[in-house]
C-alpha cells in the first residue's frame, strides 16, 4: 500500500559541520592514533585550566615536533565544539593563536594547498580578530586572487558586512572599490558598521566622501542610483526614508568631522546647505519678519561673495516672495538678463535701482511691536578688545562677583566650515562686558584665556547663568585658544532653560496674559516681564568691525536679561514658598526634580449637575503621548483628538491648550500652571490598556452626550473630519482599481500620515535638497482619494471577494471596514463603553 505524505512540500536544509565543509573542499581532516588522543588531552586540559602559559608551551612544542602542524591545526579547530564562535577565550582562538606565535619564531609558512580551507575555516564565523589571526598566520593574502571573487559573491549576496571584515582583514582596498562596499550598508541605514569600517581604514574615507557628494548633486537621481545598487547586489531590508539629500548629506558632514576631512573639499554638499540656509533667511525675512535689512543685505552679501554661482538660484528663490527685492539682487550679481526668471524680465531695474537707492537704511518689521529693553544705560556695557582689558575683567570687575551670566554670538554658517566664536557676553547685576574674540582669540593671549578659565569658568562658587549654557560653552571650547579643556555642565554652570522646567514641574505659577506659546529665551522673558526679545539681530554677521549700534544692544540684553531673569524666578518662588536655591542645584548636578504635590480638591471629578451637557463637537482633546492608544476611540465617537507635541514644556501645553480651546488628558496627574485654565480641565486617566470603563470615566468626567449619529464623523487614524462613507458597489469599485494599481506597481507600501508625521520637526529650511520628500517615490499613477491622497486598505483581497460598506479619509486614504484591524477593536471597545 502506498503511503502519502502531507509534508511533501516541506523541505529541510541540513548545514554540514565545519568538519565535513573541510573535507568537500579536499582536506584531509584525519588524525593518526597519537595525535588524536593528544588532542583529547588538550580538550581535557583546557576545560579544567583554560588559558596558560604552560598549555601554551606544551602546544608549541607539539607544533616544533608535528612537520603536518598547518593541517592538523585546521582540524584540530573544525573538531572543537565552539568553532562556530571562535572569540579569543576559545580554544580554537588559542589554537591559531600560539601556532602564529610559533610560525613567526620559527619562519615557517603553510603550504598553499591549506590557505583556501583556512580561508573557509575562518569565514565560517563573523569575529575580526578570529579571521585576521588565520589570515596572518596561513598568509592567505598570497592566494588573493582566488579570494576576490569569493568577497564580490558576498557583496552579491547582501553580505557586505562578512565582506568588509575580508577586506580588512587581507587589505583588499585596492581591488574592491569602497562605495561598492559600503553603499550597499548605506542603502540599509548600517552607519554604525561603516563607521567601524572606517575607523579600521581611515585612507578609505576621502574616497567615500567623495562618492557620496557626487551625488548630492542635484542632477544625479539617487534612486535611480539605489535601485541599480539593489539589482545588483540583491539588498534587502532597505530603509527608503534615509535615502534622499538631507540625511546623506548629514552623513557626509559627520564622516568629514569624525576624520578630520575639510568640508570645503564637498562642494555639492556646501552648496546645497547654503542654498537651505539661503531658503532659511527668506523665511525669516517674508514669513516670520525676524530679520532687519541691514542683517538681510550683510549675511546674503557674505553668504554669496564666494559662491557667485549660486546668486541665480538665489534669485529663483527669492522672485516669488518680492520681486523687486529680486531684481535688486539679480543687478547686484550682475546676473544675464536671459537668465532671469520671466516676471523679472518685464521689469524696469532703473526703477528698482531708484527704489533701493540706500540700502543701509533698516527697515524693521515689527516697529508697532514693544520689545523688552535693557535697564542698563550704554556707558555700563563695555567692549573688551585688549588682552589687558581682558585680563582687568578677570581680576577686578569679576573678581568679587558671585553670579554671572554668559552667552556668545557666532556668524551663520551657511555651507562651509562652522563658524567661529566672535562675540563673548559676560554679564553682572549692573554692568555687561563684550568680550571681542576676533581681537583676543590667539596664541599669544592664550595665557590670558587660561586665566579667565580658572578664575571665572571653572571657579565652582562662581554660578555662570546661560540659556542653552551647554551648546554656548562647547563653541567656546572649541573656537578659543586656551579655552579646550573647559567643561561644558556640572557644579557652578547653571542652564536656565533647564531651571524654568524644573521649577514650573516643582509647582512655580507663572502668570502671563501674553498667551505666548515656545520653548525660547524670547518665551520666558514675555512670561515674565510682558514683553518679547528683539530678535532681528540674531542671525547678523557678528564678524562685522565695528559691531553696529543695534548689534551690540542685542548682545547685551540677551546676556543681561539671564541675570533678570535668575532674580524674578528666585523672587517668585520665595512668594509660593518654592525651594529655590535646592532646586538650582539639582538643576547644576542633573539630578530629576520631584513634581510637588499641591491641594487634593483640583483631582475631584465634577458632578453632572455642576458641568453642562457638551456633544462631541464642544469637546477637544490634547492626549499625553503615553495615552496615544486612546485617540482613535475618541475620534471614532467624533470628538477632534491631538497628540500633544513632546517638545512643548508643560506651561506652553496649557497655553496651547487655552488656545485652541481643548481639554488635557494625562496618564498621571500634573497641576495647572495659570489660573486662567482650571485644573478641571485636567483629567489623569491612569496608565494602561484603554478600557470600557476609562472610556466611560472620560465621558462622564467631561458630560459629553454621544450620539450614534457621531460615530465615524472622524477619521480614527489622522483625526481628519473629511470621512466619507462608501456602499459596497463603490467599495467593489474600488477594491479592482486598488488590486491593479498595486499589481502595476511592484508592490511598493506608502506610509499613511499619523500624529507623529503631523507634530514631526521637518527642519526644511535646512534641507539639502528642495524635493527631499520625492526622491525615492516610485513614479507611477495611484489609487488615490478625492484630495490625491494615496488609498490604503488592508486585507484588500479578502474585502474584493466580499464587498461591504465601508468609510475612507480622503486626507489620509485609510479605507476602514469590519475585516480592518484597528477599526474592528475600536468599534467593539468604544460601541461597550457606552452601554
Known amino acids: 500500500m502506498n503511503t502519502i505524505s502531507h509534508a511533501t512540500n516541506r523541505s529541510m536544509k541540513v548545514v554540514p559541520t565545519l568538519e565535513e565543509t573541510l573535507k568537500s573542499i579536499g582536506l584531509n581532516t584525519q588524525l593518526d592514533e597519537n595525535v588524536q588522543t593528544w588532542f583529547n588531552q588538550l580538550t581535557t586540559t583546557w576545560l579544567t585550566w583554560k588559558r596558560s602559559p604552560s598549555l601554551e608551551h606544551h602546544l608549541q612544542v607539539f607544533f616544533e615536533t608535528n612537520p603536518d602542524r598547518y593541517r592538523v591545526a585546521l582540524v584540530f579547530v573544525s573538531k572543537c565544539k565552539d568553532s562556530k564562535d571562535c572569540k579569543p577565550k576559545t580554544l580554537p582562538f588559542f589554537i591559531i593563536e600560539t601556532l602564529h606565535k610559533w610560525s613567526c619564531k620559527s619562519n615557517t609558512s603553510p603550504d598553499d594547498c591549506l590557505k583556501f580551507p583556512a580561508f573557509r575555516i575562518a569565514t565560517e564565523q563573523r569575529n575580526q580578530q578570529y579571521l585576521n589571526l588565520i589570515v596572518k598566520t596561513y598568509k592567505i593574502v598570497t592566494i588573493k586572487e582566488t579570494i576576490l571573487p569569493l568577497v564580490k559573491n558576498m557583496l552579491k549576496n547582501d553580505n557586505c558586512k562578512q565582506a568588509s571584515q575580508v577586506v580588512l582583514a587581507m587589505e583588499l582596498h585596492e581591488d574592491i572599490p569602497v562605495e561598492d562596499l559600503l553603499f550597499p550598508l548605506i542603502i540599509q541605514d548600517k552607519y554604525n558598521m561603516i563607521i567601524e569600517y572606517l575607523s579600521e581604514c581611515p585612507n578609505q574615507v576621502l574616497q567615500l566622501v567623495l562618492f557620496l557628494d557626487k551625488i548630492l548633486d542635484k542632477n544625479v537621481s539617487i534612486r535611480d542610483l539605489v535601485q541599480k545598487y539593489i539589482y545588483e547586489y540583491n539588498i534587502t531590508c532597505i530603509n527608503y526614508e534615509k535615502l534622499h539629500h538631507k540625511p546623506l548629506g548629514k552623513f557626509v558632514g559627520r564622516l568629514c568631522s569624525k576624520f578630520n576631512i575639510p568640508i570645503e573639499t564637498c562642494k555639492n554638499l556646501c552648496k546645497n546647505r547654503t542654498l537651505g540656509g539661503l531658503r532659511y533667511l527668506i523665511h525669516q525675512k517674508y514669513v516670520d519678519h525676524n530679520v532687519s535689512l541691514t542683517v538681510w543685505d550683510d549675511l546674503i552679501k557674505d553668504t554669496l561673495k564666494e559662491n557667485s554661482e549660486l546668486a541665480l538660484e538665489f534669485v529663483y528663490l527669492i522672485v516669488n516672495h518680492d520681486k523687486k527685492e529680486a531684481a535688486k539682487w539679480s543687478q547686484y550679481f550682475n546676473l544675464p538678463e536671459t537668465e532671469l526668471p520671466h516676471s523679472l524680465k518685464k521689469m524696469s531695474l532703473d526703477t528698482v535701482s531708484c527704489e533701493n537707492e540706500n540700502w543701509d537704511d533698516d527697515g524693521d518689521d515689527n516697529l508697532n511691536q514693544n520689545f ?3 535697564s542698563l544705560p550704554a556707558d555700563r556695557i563695555i567692549i573688551i578688545n ?3 582689558m581682558l585680563y582687568e575683567l578677570t581680576n577686578t570687575y569679576l573678581a568679587h562677583c558671585n553670579l554671572v551670566s554668559i552667552d556668545s554670538e557666532w556668524k551663520p554658517s551657511f555651507g562651509a566650515a562652522q563658524s567661529h566664536i566672535a562675540l563673548i557676553q559676560i554679564a553682572v547685576e549692573n554692568y555687561v562686558y563684550l568680550i571681542d574674540t576676533l581681537a583676543l582669540n590667539k596664541q599669544q593671549y592664550s595665557s590670558f584665556w587660561y586665566d579667565f578659565n580658572k578664575s ?19 563653541q567656546i571650547k572649541g573656537s578659543v585658544v586656551g579655552l579646550s579643556n573647559i567643561k561644558v555642565k556640572g557644579e557652578g554652570l547653571l542652564d536656565l532653560s533647564t531651571l524654568w522646567k524644573n521649577l514650573i514641574s516643582s509647582g512655580l505659577s507663572l502668570q502671563s496674559s501674553s498667551g505666548n506659546i515656545g520653548n525660547s529665551l524670547s518665551s520666558l522673558v514675555e512670561i515674565c516681564f510682558g514683553y518679547p526679545l528683539r530678535k532681528s539681530e540674531q542671525r547678523s554677521n557678528w564678524e562685522i568691525r565695528p559691531l553696529r549700534k543695534t548689534q551690540i544692544q542685542y548682545a547685551a540684553i540677551d546676556a543681561h536679561v539671564l541675570v533678570e531673569l535668575f532674580n524674578f524666578l528666585q523672587e517668585k518662588c520665595l512668594e509660593q514658598g518654592i525651594n529655590f536655591e535646592e532646586i538650582c542645584n539639582d538643576t547644576m548636578i542633573d539630578k530629576k526634580t520631584k513634581c510637588v504635590k499641591q491641594t487634593k480638591c483640583s483631582e475631584k471629578t465634577p458632578t453632572s449637575s455642576t458641568v453642562q451637557t457638551n456633544t462631541v463637537d464642544d469637546v477637544k482633546f490634547y492626549v499625553e503621548g503615553k495615552l496615544i492608544n486612546y485617540m482613535p476611540y475618541l475620534r471614532y465617537f467624533g470628538i477632534d483628538t491631538l497628540l500633544i507635541p513632546e517638545t512643548l514644556l508643560w506651561h506652553d501645553v496649557i497655553n496651547q491648550a487655552m488656545f485652541e480651546n481643548r481639554y488635557i488628558l494625562l496618564a498621571k496627574l500634573k497641576f495647572t500652571p495659570m489660573k486662567t485654565f482650571p485644573q478641571s480641565s485636567i483629567l489623569d486617566v491612569g496608565n494602561g ?38 456602499t459596497s458597489e463603490k467599495v467593489s469599485e474600488l477594491c479592482s482599481q486598488y488590486q491593479n494599481v498595486s499589481s502595476s506597481s511592484n508592490n511598493v507600501n506608502y506610509t499613511v500620515p499619523t500624529d507623529d508625521d503631523y507634530y514631526e520637526k521637518c527642519d526644511k529650511f535646512f534641507s539639502d535638497s528642495e524635493d527631499d520628500d520625492i526622491v525615492c517615490t516610485p513614479k507611477h499613477n495611484l489609487c488615490v482619494t478625492s484630495t490625491g491622497v494615496p488609498i490604503q486598505i488592508q486585507d484588500v483581497h479578502k474585502l474584493s471577494q466580499s464587498p461591504q460598506a465601508a468609510i475612507i479619509c480622503n486626507l489620509c486614504g485609510r479605507l476602514f471596514w469590519d475585516g480592518d484591524d484597528l477599526y474592528k477593536t475600536v468599534v467593539s471597545v468604544a460601541n461597550s463603553s457606552l452601554k
Do not use: H, M, W
Not at 456 to 474: C, S
Not at 697 to 721: H, L, M, P
Open 372 to 374: 523688552y529693553e535693557i
Open 456 to 474: 571665572l569658568l571653572d571657579n565652582a562658587e562662581i554660578i555662570k547663568l546661560g540659556f542653552g549654557l551647554e551648546q554656548d560653552l562647547k
Open 386 to 388: 585688549t588682552p589687558e
Open 689 to 726: 490598556y484603554v478600557t470600557k470603563e476609562k472610556l466611560q470615566k472620560i465621558k462622564n468626567y467631561f458630560n459629553i452626550k454621544i450620539n450614534e449619529s457621531d460615530f465615524t464623523k472622524r477619521c480614527i487614524n489622522c483625526n481628519g473630519s473629511e470621512v466619507e462613507k462608501l
